[in-house]
């Protein structure tokens, strides 16, 4: 492990961080943004579960390398671009939400639907005020899930051409020089860890009623 | 520029696609299916062995004795972050080319969710039941493989069947390091710009993993202990690994 | 009440500022089509490289001998094989990117013959598509060759790929995925020297794995390239070919034409002008040892050395 890599290759080591951060987080931004009305619609309709919930288990089961290869193809796109790499990973992620997101919102108790109907709450501002913060913390663990994944799968775009800091494996790799390796490992990990406790933290913040009960999560 | 819409690109490679798996030669020597996908499922099968020899008696320790349960939590969403590739490549470093890396690299990736299922299924098991054990005269170790270990089965192959997916997708990668497998028409396909060739390899891959997720759900709801069979047990139907892990650590 | 509302909202807004601030994902690697924009002063030209070790130093020179004229680079090294970063080229997703006169031609027009370095030239001149140019060609070459090892050259007698032919049979050969199909590659060698491997293992683009592969004796034939100091350190054997397989394989620049002025056209020239076969020789040696020598600093120490820089 050459140590002095690391200050000398500072600019480097920042530009792909920066880059490795956007394609990883705009899916999962991406992706909750369009499971939430899916998993509502599979939660509402069970003809929907009965369809999006195993499409999704299919999507999620296909490997990432696989998605990253093929979509040029299917998409059209210029075989470097960056849509590749977000399309794939938003598909993850809402593979991965939808199924969460449904059965959450089935498990908020229908004793509080019931309660809140009475007390006058439309359809709508339900959903949004009682329905989907009940939701939260299954929903927060399932973004922890698929913000770590993402950060992770990023780095395999790498094997055509993008990357971000999977950069790191490929030339450390043909090189044969384990050092930018450890230090893309690294910098992968110790992101993916941050995600998830930001995600944790943004998940006490949002249901501050499991805070008072039984002191929250081990 | 084309004048075919994404939809026309898409059926020509579909047609393609097609033409490619009818073609014989495809199918026959060491460039072919059969022979790339026994070396895939060879990998696989390795790999799950060791992980499952390593991951399912520590996990059931761990669950029996409820010690160190944060540990298995911690690890199993700690390793999850691991990137694949890196992983492979930074071990070829340390082991050279060959099939031990990647044999490490998935090893490392089918612990965590075989840990967290062995985990769960024995913590979950009711109370009641082990105080009734243990009444009946059985010794700790008794309890925990008469009893605990088969109600623990529906967890431990919801991790396994994770932990399968998980290796299954990650051995796409080693033919990155000049390794067989069903990678192979992936990784040969893109250096030859040839998307039949990869979207077949992507067909491939695809069609592996749902067969063997399908495989292995069936296994996992014909294997519950007699004793569960109830109405109420396949409600509380097997989750997959990633929720109970996701909800063990929340 | 609202809580869930501002949170959804600001994950959006994150995602959005990450959207704006690290460049727009949707205009993918390249802006609008190079090809038909006026020829004015490039405002950045994106330099791209191939998968193996040698290109990426040669894009890294060409990158650093641009930057120091103050030109604005872009870096996508590692893209792939030529397969992959020819339509990436084509497409604007990269403007530069260093070439190899002879390989690049048969890309073009499989079935070239040209083998002379100036036949060779002439033809790629003529036949590159609209909007791709090359500027003018260095001596220094770089080419494929069959190598064995040692004890297998002693074995068969073998100085050149037509001694090794008869024996082809028994052997195993490996090299990168797309040698396999390749004019110049076993179709090549099949047709020129009556030579067919008994097996053919896709390994990599003269990299570690064809290097492992060819040293522990899992393949006994290999692609390698004449600049690989490794050939030379093993004792390896590159063969002979005296029916010109493998044409010139000089290195050029191939560029965007719209990305070409005077600046840039003389400053790559006179990369080309400097550099020789020895040159990459040492060049390749210095990197192999890449503990202390990264590709940034050998592109950085031979442009300073030639006044480049």
Known sequence: ?218 | MEPAGGGGRAVNLFLEVVQWFGDASNWSGTRGVPSRLADHLAYTVQALLIAAVIAVPIGAVIGHTGRGGFFVVGTANGLRALPELGMLTLLVGFVGIGLLPLTIALVILAVPPLLAGTYAGVRNTDPAVIDAARGMGMREQEVLTKVELPIAVPLILGGLRTATLQVIATATIGAYIGLSGLGRFLIDGLARNDYTEMAAGAVLVAALALIVEALLGALQRLLVSPGLRTAQASRRAPRQAPVVAGGIAS | MNRTLVALAGLLALGLTACGGGGDPLSGGGAGTAANQPPAAPDVIKVGSANFTESRLLAEIYAQALETKGVKVERSFGIGSREVYFPALKDGSIDLIPEYTGNLLQEIDPQATATASDQVYQELTAKLPDGMIVLEQSAAEDKDAVVITQETAQRYNARSIADLAPHCGELVFGGPPEFAERPYGLPGIERLYNCTFADFRSLDAGGPLTIAALTDGSIQAADLFTTDPTIIDRGWVALEDPQNNFSAQNVVPLVNEAKVNDQVRQTLNSISAALTTDALLQLNREVANAAENTVEQVAKRWLTANNLG
């Open chain 1, 1 to 218: 492990m050459i140590w002095s890599w690391i200050p000398s290759n500072a600019d480097r080591i920042l530009a792909l961080t920066v880059e490795h951060l956007r394609l990883a987080l705009i899916p999962v931004v991406v992706g909750l943004v369009l499971s939430v009305p899916l998993g509502w619609f599979a939660k509402r309709y069970p003809f929907a579960r009965a369809v999006l919930v195993p499409a999704a288990g299919v999507l999620y089961t296909i490997p990432s390398l696989t998605l990253f290869v093929v979509l040029p193809g299917i998409l059209g796109t210029r075989i470097l671009s960056e849509i590749n790499i977000i399309v794939a990973l938003t598909i993850y992620t809402v593979a991965l939400l939808v199924r969460t997101i449904a059965d959450a919102l089935a498990a908020v108790p229908g004793l509080v639907v019931a309660a809140a109907t009475a007390m006058g709450y439309r359809p709508a501002r339900r959903f949004l005020d009682v329905e989907l913060p009940l939701a939260i913390p299954v929903l927060i663990a399932g973004l922890r899930v698929a913000t770590v994944s993402s950060i992770s799968l990023v780095s395999v775009g790498a094997l055509i051409g993008v990357g971000g800091l999977g950069e790191f494996f490929t030339e450390g790799f043909q090189l044969q020089f384990p050092t930018e390796i450890i230090v893309g490992v690294a910098l992968i990990v110790l992101l993916a860890l941050a995600g998830d406790a930001v995600l944790l933290m943004i998940g006490r913040i949002l249901t501050p009623w499991n805070r008072q009960a039984a002191g929250g999560a081990p």
